[in-house]
């Protein structure tokens, strides 16, 4: 009867570590797995659902989460759309645990200077934010002129008022990296 029980205890000490060993290996790949996933696919994982977009700057976006492309994603609050740069962004509040790959290979290609040429193409009025440091926000009204590698020029217009040349006062360049978000006007809001 010894022979069997320290059969039996070599048995079950041989399942124990089968067990350990293959928990070990699914944790693992489950950690593999978590650092391949890209932040963008985190955030397209999340489309349609409310969410709270917070910038480095301070401001708070809360809306849903309408597009998250390679660079950047968009909100649609009540009343506008808030295109937002990635790299703008401190935190996100809401965002679920999916992840969810981008299929088309030509929308992996498109950035945030594809963006903003189809707002330069439409004339959109806009209010361009942009982080500014201790001084918080700077918010320039106006309409995408046109859009650089990684620059766009912003015909600043009295708010409100239609993109035509009597009424552009200046002219900003403004590099992507100053970019905090890209917010569509409302009438009599800057």
Known sequence: MRWNALFDDLEAQMAEADV???????????????????????????????VGVHLVSGSVFRGTLSHAGAESLVIDEAAHQILVP??????????GRTAVGESSAVRRKLGLASALRSLSRDRAAL?????????????????????GR???????????????????????TIPFGSLAALRSARPGEI
Do not use: Q
């Open 20 to 50: 350990l060993g293959r928990e070990s290996e699914v944790s693992e790949r489950s950690r593999a797995d978590t650092a391949a996933i890209s932040l963008a696919d985190r955030v397209r994982g999340s489309l349609g659902r409310r």
């Open 86 to 95: 990635y790299a703008a962004v401190s935190h996100y509040i809401g965002i």
């Open 127 to 147: 209010t361009v934010l942009l982080a500014s440091g201790a001084a918080g926000e700077v918010r320039i009204p106006g309409v995408i002129d046109r859009v």
């Open 150 to 172: 990684d620059f766009f020029d912003l015909a600043i217009t009295p708010p409100g008022e239609a993109r035509r040349a009597s009424n552009v006062m200046d002219v900003a």
